[in-house]
């Protein structure tokens, strides 16, 4: 650590205690939300197919309000909200909140809306109101892979294959769940 002061030293040694801790406790808990897994990586050998039920079917359940809440300790809470609209239209409201030693140092709030459509069990989600946005994502598309859908639940994850997104960014994302709002 060189020639820094002995209180510097061992503010940055305690730093990166901290984050060591703080990766740690990420990886080793389960993410759950109200008591409930809502977030989950893929078990081993697990494949993701999209759900034997039908479009129709799909598309007939998945109208409505649906909410997803994730939680990594008292480091980083999402609750992302999303509707969807019989007409085709859906709108996702997102807030975050990042916090380090207690303290919160970062929040962001995302609203978007555009169109979806369900096809082979594939839910396409195009945002089409950049409005308000820094980082747009007008004019492209992501697809979710609906594992499981019932009248109370949701369960997906990000399709790659069939979306349109950079190979940058691809990579194995948690299967998220989301509950309807009553």
Same mark, same amino acid.
């Given at each position: 650590m060189g020639n820094l002061p002995k209180h510097l030293t061992t503010m940055k040694i305690a730093n990166h205690i901290t984050i060591?801790?703080?990766?740690?406790?990420?990886?080793?808990?389960?993410?759950?939300g109200a008591g409930e897994e809502m977030s989950r990586e893929p078990r081993p050998g697990e494949k993701i197919e999209p759900t034997k039920i039908g479009d129709e079917k799909t598309t007939q359940l998945l109208v409505g309000t649906w909410m997803h809440e994730y939680k990594l300790g008292d480091a980083y809470e999402v609750k992302q909200t999303y509707t969807f609209e019989k007409d085709g239209s859906y709108s996702c409201k997102r807030n975050s909140v990042s916090r380090l030693h207690g303290r919160e140092y970062d929040r962001e709030e995302s609203n978007v809306k555009g169109q979806w459509t369900?096809? @082979?069990?594939?839910?396409?989600?195009?945002?089409?109101?950049?409005?308000?946005?820094? @980082?747009?994502?007008?004019g492209r598309f992501t697809a979710y892979t609906i594992m499981k859908i019932s009248d109370t639940t949701i369960e997906w994850q990000v399709n790659w294959g069939r979306s349109d997104t950079s190979p940058a960014v691809k990579r194995t994302l948690t299967i998220d769940t989301h509950k309807r709002v009553k």
């Amino acid at each position: 650590m060189g020639n820094l002061p002995k209180h510097l030293t061992t503010m940055k040694i305690a730093n990166h205690i901290t984050i060591g801790i703080v990766c740690c406790a990420w990886l080793a808990s389960p993410v759950a939300g109200a008591g409930e897994e809502m977030s989950r990586e893929p078990r081993p050998g697990e494949k993701i197919e999209p759900t034997k039920i039908g479009d129709e079917k799909t598309t007939q359940l998945l109208v409505g309000t649906w909410m997803h809440e994730y939680k990594l300790g008292d480091a980083y809470e999402v609750k992302q909200t999303y509707t969807f609209e019989k007409d085709g239209s859906y709108s996702c409201k997102r807030n975050s909140v990042s916090r380090l030693h207690g303290r919160e140092y970062d929040r962001e709030e995302s609203n978007v809306k555009g169109q979806w459509t369900v096809r @082979d069990g594939i839910l396409t989600l195009t945002p089409t109101d950049p409005k308000g946005e820094e @980082d747009s994502l007008y004019g492209r598309f992501t697809a979710y892979t609906i594992m499981k859908i019932s009248d109370t639940t949701i369960e997906w994850q990000v399709n790659w294959g069939r979306s349109d997104t950079s190979p940058a960014v691809k990579r194995t994302l948690t299967i998220d769940t989301h509950k309807r709002v009553k």
